[in-house]
């Protein structure tokens, strides 16, 4: 209850007329919007952009700093993760860093050390944006007030055209906080060949020991993100341009609740009577009887899997007609629709060289960004119109089914498997295909491909064989080492016959039959 104020209400006089405050006229009020403004307008221009993760162990930061590093990769930003517990491990030749010890804020000796390494890491971060535009991302707890300001004045002293942005995550939800330590302690070199018991007992101290210096940002001078419980509640401070419009939804649709992924091409269309072998299907092509036979086994094969889904799918006959065999409800994408291949929609394959020899030439030396003639799409376009596709899928805890088609299935899957985007024109995507994807808990996946049997209607029967974990991003030498072996022709039918080169790990799904 507001207090009772006793004699009159003390006037005082404003330097303001009240014309002036309607009209914007004041020249205090121009005052502070322009110096807001200017602040404003710095902190827009993000072509250097480093990422400081602030956080107590075990709430999360390196499972959203790959996620975030996978996410601006795949969308054809140069990124890069520069992780402090990599560098400290490697450094570490005793593994005195696997004692709770070493985090204690009574040894000075070890302090030290860590804020040494830290710093290493730090200046290799500011080396890589010397010769990079782009968002580098620091990994680590960064959990003082001194070491966040020293971190910010030795970006912002090295290039004044970095902008830091900060970005805390705080959990205080006991069940994933109890999941989060399992998989710290399962996967961490840390704790490799340490009894889980153990380990989770010196991981518990190792997290006390932070606590007891802990800072949370207070600073507003500072940009920071505060997410709260993975998507549960944000804190935002001086967050703008492609951090705000493009990162920040991403980063709130995250969470760490496993669930399968299914991404599906559509069952074969009917093609025109009398259409030569090589024609471009209509869109508004229906299914054939081949294709109504793929829809009916997808339904048998995802009944068995699980009983809800959330269900995608483009805006073309085929695909809702697939949906529709489906017992679950289906939301309809524009999105999800194939690229437009704009004047090359009725061109016969084998005469588009003839035909377009400028855009084919074009098309050899960069399938990602050359756009079709005649008001087409390129891939990158496809990509930037899937963006809130991703966000909607990763944001879901049921399980997905996304029905689409070769270019759309293509570019998911890049960004699901870490391939470069580049390279998606490339990708196989097999028809009466079933691709599954199981994120876990700690950032890896489970991948399996299943083909469908399509030659008949009578029910069959299928084999399940677990897939491997593997983790959905590489190194950088794993990464060079994925690189595709491009056979540039569009002219396979965006990907429909192209094989593509992938490292081992990408091998390790099993082909079943339904």
């Given at each position: 209850m507001l207090s009772e104020r006793?004699?009159?209400?003390?006037?005082?006089?404003?330097?303001?007329?009240?014309?002036?405050?309607?009209?914007?006229?004041?020249?205090?009020?121009?005052?502070?919007?322009?110096?807001?403004?200017?602040?404003?307008?710095?902190?827009?221009?993000?072509?250097?952009?480093?990422?400081?993760?602030?956080?107590?162990?075990?709430?999360?930061?390196?499972?959203?700093?790959?996620?975030i590093e996978m996410f601006l990769r795949w969308k054809g930003m140069n990124a890069q993760l520069f992780n402090v517990g990599k560098q400290r491990r490697a450094k570490d030749n005793e593994r005195q860093s696997s004692s709770a010890d070493f985090y204690s804020a009574s040894n000075e000796e070890a302090k030290r050390l860590r804020e040494e390494i830290a710093f290493q890491v730090v200046d290799e971060l500011l080396k890589w944006l010397d010769t990079n535009n782009g968002v580098a991302i620091l990994d680590a707890t960064n959990s003082t007030d001194e070491r966040r300001n020293r971190v910010l004045t030795r970006c912002t002293e090295h290039d004044s055209k970095i902008r830091v942005v900060f970005v805390e995550v705080i959990c205080d939800d006991e069940t994933v906080l109890q999941e989060n330590m399992k998989q710290k302690i399962a996967n961490s070199p840390d704790f490799a060949g340490i009894d889980p018991a153990e380990a989770l007992i010196s991981l518990k101290q190792r997290i006390a020991n932070y606590e007891k210096a802990y800072q949370t940002i207070t600073d507003d001078k500072t940009s920071y993100i505060k997410l709260f419980n993975m998507q549960s509640k944000v804190h935002l401070n001086k967050i703008y341009g492609n951090v705000s419009r493009s990162l920040l939804p991403y980063i709130m649709s995250l969470h760490v609740h496993p669930r399968p992924i299914y991404l599906i091409r559509a069952g074969m269309a009917e093609s025109p009577p009398h259409a030569p072998d090589q024609a471009r299907l209509p869109k508004a092509a229906a299914l054939s009887d081949q294709g109504r036979i793929f829809a009916e086994k997808l339904r048998d094969f995802l009944v068995s899997k699980h009983s809800e889904y959330t269900v995608f799918c483009s805006t073309l006959p085929r695909t809702i007609e697939t949906a529709q065999r489906l017992p679950w409800d289906?939301?309809?994408?524009?999105?999800?629709?194939?690229?437009?291949?704009?004047?090359?929609?009725?061109?016969p394959e084998e005469e588009i060289e003839t035909t377009f020899p400028e855009f084919y030439r074009q098309f050899q030396k960069d399938p990602f960004r050359t756009r079709y003639p005649g008001g087409g799409e390129s891939y990158f376009d496809v990509m930037s119109r899937l963006e809130p596709v991703v966000v909607e899928i990763e944001s879901h805890v049921k399980p997905v089914v996304v029905i689409?088609?070769?270019?759309?299935?293509?570019?998911?899957?890049?960004?699901?498997?870490?391939?470069?985007?580049?390279?998606c024109s490339q990708v196989k995507i097999q028809k009466n295909e079933v691709i599954e994807l199981i994120p876990t808990v700690g950032g890896t996946l489970h991948l399996e491909r299943y083909m469908l049997d399509t030659r008949d209607i009578r029910a069959g029967s299928f084999e399940l064989r677990s897939a491997d974990m593997f983790s959905i991003l590489h190194t950088a030498q794993e990464e060079q080492e994925s690189k595709i072996i491009r056979k540039p022709s569009m002219l396979a039918k965006r990907g429909s016959i192209c094989e593509i080169k992938k490292p081992p790990q990408f091998e390790r799904g099993q082909t079943a039959y339904f």
């Open positions: 006793k004699g009159p209400i003390p006037h005082t006089k404003s330097n303001v007329s009240e014309d002036d405050y309607y009209k914007g006229d004041s020249t205090i009020l121009k005052q502070a919007v322009g110096s807001s403004m200017l602040e404003r307008s710095a902190l827009m221009i993000q072509e250097k952009l480093v990422l400081v993760m602030v956080g107590l162990p075990a709430r999360g930061k390196s499972y959203l700093s790959r996620k289906y939301n309809s994408l524009v999105m999800l629709n194939p690229i437009d291949t704009g004047d090359l929609g009725k061109t689409s088609h070769v270019d759309t299935i293509q570019v998911l899957y890049c960004y699901f498997l870490g391939i470069p985007i580049v390279d």
